[in-house]
């Protein structure tokens, strides 16, 4: 099974980086490396794993091969800050 989304096609196994929004403080985001896998719920669809959890991959969630990709677009919708980056 694979996605093609605007920045590449994923599979199974891919490492990708993701923007993810601290559940108690809204106000921050983060870029976060996730797992491409399988969904366990659907077999033949994709997920991204992230934080134990699973979350169906789909053409509208916003996921980076890189993470400069991820870095490029976090400045571009985050301004020049370099809070919330990946560590």
């Given amino acids: ?28 985001a983060n870029i976060q490396e996730a797992a491409i896998v399988n969904d366990p719920e659907n077999r033949d669809q994709l997920a991204v794993f992230l934080y134990e959890t699973y979350y169906p991959l789909s053409n509208e969630m916003a996921v980076y091969s890189t993470e400069e990709e991820a870095e490029e677009a976090y400045h571009y919708y985050f301004g020049n800050t370099s809070e919330g980056l990946l560590e």
Avoid: C, W
């Avoid at 196994?13 to 559940?23: A, E, H, K, Q, T």
């Fill in 1 to 28: 099974m694979e996605l093609n989304n605007e920045s590449g096609t994923y599979k199974a196994g891919d490492i990708v980086y993701v923007f993810y929004r601290n559940p108690h403080t809204q106000n921050v």
